[in-house]
């Protein structure tokens, strides 16, 4: 068990954790969640030890191994699969060992011990891990130095992976990923066997991967079972309910004092005025919860177009003479389209959207565009080579050269940058702050084509869904690349896929891409035909049915007895339930078996869904 008790950490002066107290069983995975600058990052530095707090308590077995992402990204002339198998450190220093230990009595040690950690198979699991996070055989076999820092990010990845610690941290792990090595991570996350701290904004991993969702607010810990959408509505539910009991108890309180400000001062009222003024002194004030600030992204209506847009008649692209890295390109794009383009990086998304932006021109073929069309275009090195001396009112009136200073703000203000924060040093904002202002910058001129490259890298779960609500609204053209599934769902309604140097429409939908990429990407790491993986697929729905109903027998039982846990909290907080001792006493006689029973009601749902993950993996 990971226990955490009284932690306090300050950084500048400001507090970020204050007596924060959580703990963490073994097995259980952990979705780490809060606002932007709460600590969660902080927080994962004090669990590893590479922060010391000023106060409170750490504490794990001493046996765990803990492991993290490296922050360096792995390089020169080893290959990524030498990388990954060198990550299982005790394999790699048995294996040295046996090449030249000469005492035969160590040697059959260490051959025993290579058998007991299935030493022999780690090869083939390095192999499948690294398939899933998109290298092919050949891939793995080159040099770690032939390959980008993205890349090299994600062998980094696969490295803590294969080397199954028994606390594994991810801070934001799919950040360096396309769609399909997330949707690779999210079903390996699924089934990960030892405890797990995952901080993520992807909301569909924290609710397909972890057990539990620990809130990090208001420099405190908050432990709730479940996924992120039960946390989601649970912490709802709990605000309404305090919120309803501040309201009533502020109404008492100005009960009581009108009674006091009354009759205070009066020698026949004075002993009840004293009375109700111990009362009012009594009654304290109901902390509700605070709501997170909004996030604002406000579009621009942009000028109404005839269709098509854009027209692609037999084009291609690329970056270097007889070589494109896209061809045969018939595409056409209207005015209420809402395009995510599918498929893994290197195959040509990033070119094919610079091709459609006017970026790249066309190797071959033809480009139409109509007359007037604009494009807004958001890219990640965009947010890494902003002026960071400049303020976003100086930035702003660079792009806005004609427009006066009220204008300038206006159009500050509707993504949320009022005069204050239109004064600060961009270098001085957070990243999603610099990402909402970049979303300013493309659509100062009310752009009729919005060309989105992974744009929620920076962005936390309530920006991100302010952005979808955004683009929902926004009248133009919309083409998205990007890992996070949830916003794809919402805001695409057709599919590109960009494979093989071609751009076909994918008729179906992300379940099915999601299969046919964990389907190619199992292949990549065992070589079995479609054929015996549909034939498989089908036994195990079969066998998985009783599981599914006894998975979700328990979780319908957990809410069931959330909802009583809530509502005995709600009349136990009341004052009036103690003017009758039988009733209070049977209500908190009821509150501690509840309290039992959702306790054993939690585990045999996790222990379900533990059996669930466990048969769906196999």
């Given amino acids: 068990m990971l226990t955490l008790t009284d932690l306090s950490y300050r950084v500048g002066g400001r507090l970020l954790l204050e007596k924060a107290t959580a703990q963490i069983p073994a097995g259980r995975r952990v979705g780490l969640v809060g606002r932007n600058g709460a600590g969660k990052s902080t927080l994962l530095g004090l669990i590893l030890g590479e922060l010391h707090a000023e106060g409170g308590e750490i504490e794990m077995p001493r046996r765990w191994r803990v492991g993290v992402v490296a922050q360096e990204a792995p390089g020169g002339g080893i ?15 048995l294996l040295a060992e046996a090449e030249t230990t000469e005492d035969l009595h160590r040697i059959a040690e260490i051959h025993d011990r290579l058998n007991d950690i299935d030493a022999h198979a780690a090869p083939a699991r390095a192999a499948q891990i690294l398939a899933g996070l998109g290298f092919d055989e050949p891939m793995q076999n080159r040099p770690l130095s032939s390959y980008s820092g993205g890349w090299r990010m994600r062998v980094a990845l696969a490295s803590v992976l294969f080397s199954r610690p028994d606390l594994l941290l991810l801070d934001e792990p799919t950040n360096h990923l396309d769609l399909e090595a997330a949707l690779w991570l999210e079903s390996y996350l699924k089934v990960w066997p030892n405890a797990l701290v995952l901080v993520s904004h992807d909301r569909d991993i924290l609710n397909s ?7 990090l607010d208001d420099r405190r810990l908050t432990l709730y079972s479940g996924n992120y959408d039960f946390y989601e509505r649970v912490r709802e539910e709990q605000r309404m309910q305090l919120a309803a009991e501040a309201t009533r108890v502020a109404q008492q309180r100005e009960h009581l004092q009108k009674f006091v400000d009354r009759f205070r001062a009066k020698a026949s009222k004075a002993r009840q005025a004293q009375s109700k003024l111990k009362m009012l002194q009594r009654l304290a004030p109901v902390a509700v919860p605070r709501e997170d600030p909004s996030v604002v992204f406000n579009f621009p209506e942009p000028r109404e177009l005839r269709p098509p847009l854009i027209t692609l008649d037999g084009a291609a692209a690329g970056y270097e003479p007889g070589k494109p890295i896209l061809s045969g390109l018939n595409q056409r794009l209207d005015p209420d389209d809402r395009i995510a383009l599918l498929g893994a990086n290197g195959n040509g998304k990033s070119t094919l959207a610079k091709l459609i932006a006017g970026r790249l021109p066309p190797s071959a073929g033809r480009v139409a565009r109509a007359p007037k069309v604009t494009c807004g275009f958001f890219a990640q090195h965009q947010i890494e080579d902003m002026d960071a001396e400049a303020t976003p009112f100086i930035a702003m009136s660079r792009i806005m050269k004609d427009a006066r200073p009220e204008q300038v703000r206006a159009r500050l203000g509707s993504f949320g940058f009022a005069q204050e924060k239109a004064n600060v040093k961009i270098g001085d904002l957070s990243g999603g702050e610099r990402a909402r202002l970049n979303f300013a910058f493309i659509t100062h001129d009310a752009p009729s084509l919005l060309i989105l490259d992974e744009p929620t890298n920076h962005l936390d779960i309530q920006a991100r869904e302010a952005l979808v609500e955004a683009l929902n609204e926004y009248k133009g053209a919309v083409i998205l690349i990007s890992h996070d599934r949830h916003m794809v769902e919402l805001t695409a309604d057709r599919l590109w896929l960009v ?15 999601e299969r046919l990429t964990l389907s190619e990407r199992a292949r990549g790491g065992n070589g079995r035909s479609r054929k015996s993986e549909r034939r498989d697929g089908a036994q195990k729905r079969e066998s998985l049915g009783p599981l599914k109903k006894r998975a979700q027998e328990a979780e319908a039982m957990v809410t069931r007895l959330n909802a009583e846990k809530a509502s005995l909290e709600k009349e136990l907080a009341a004052p009036e339930t103690y003017s009758d001792k039988k009733k209070a006493a049977e209500l908190s006689r009821r509150q501690g078996e509840i309290a039992s029973r959702l306790a054993a009601a939690e585990d045999r749902w996790l222990e379900a869904q533990a059996a669930l993950d466990r048969e769906s993996a196999a």
């Fill in 499 to 513: 494979a093989e140097g071609k751009v076909t429409p994918f008729d179906d939908d992300l379940d099915a891409y």
């Fill in 79 to 93: 290959t990524p699969l030498e990388a990954v198998l060198a990550a299982d450190a005790e394999r790699t220093s």
């Fill in 209 to 215: 991967c972890v057990t539990h969702i620990l809130h």
